[in-house]
């Protein structure tokens, strides 16, 4: 087996407080990037147009281990402190909610 190779599932986008048809929810997912995934030092967030009123990564049981408001639309994290694992970052934007699964090695 080759340990570089790291299987990444995208979990699906559910906009809270959407009110217009899918293709907005189709737009604001296919702006938000979140890389590089799998990552060890720092995540960049950008989110096209939009600017995140609130960042959170948390760990599998809920736990808020980073949070912040950005105040651009590029955002980069720092995870160097997170040990090993699996994260969910949840992105909140003026469009909705966008959730993302990062991983952190070291």
Same mark, same amino acid.
């Given at each position: 087996? #080759?340990? *570089?190779?790291?299987?990444? /599932? @995208?979990l699906?986008? $559910?906009?809270?407080?959407n =009110?217009? #048809?899918?293709? &907005?929810? *189709?737009?604001?997912?296919? =702006?938000?990037? @979140?890389?590089? #995934?799998?990552?060890? =030092?720092?995540? =960049?967030?950008?989110?096209?147009? %939009?600017?995140?009123?609130?960042?959170?990564?948390? *760990?599998?049981?809920? $736990? @808020? @281990?980073?949070?912040?408001?950005?105040?651009?639309?590029?955002?980069? !994290? #720092?995870?160097? *402190? !997170?040990? &090993?694992?699996? %994260?969910?970052?949840?992105? &909140? /934007?003026?469009?909705?909610? &966008?959730? $993302?699964?990062?991983?952190?090695?070291?």
């Amino acid at each position: 087996t #080759n340990s *570089d190779v790291v299987s990444i /599932t @995208v979990l699906p986008c $559910r906009l809270a407080g959407n =009110q217009n #048809n899918q293709s &907005e929810e *189709d737009a604001s997912s296919e =702006q938000i990037s @979140v890389f590089p #995934n799998p990552a060890s =030092q720092v995540i =960049q967030i950008t989110t096209g147009n %939009y600017t995140a009123s609130k960042i959170e990564i948390t *760990d599998l049981a809920g $736990r @808020v @281990v980073v949070s912040t408001k950005p105040q651009s639309n590029k955002v980069e !994290l #720092n995870i160097a *402190d !997170l040990p &090993e694992g699996v %994260y969910l970052i949840r992105i &909140e /934007t003026l469009s909705g909610i &966008e959730t $993302r699964e990062i991983i952190v090695t070291h």
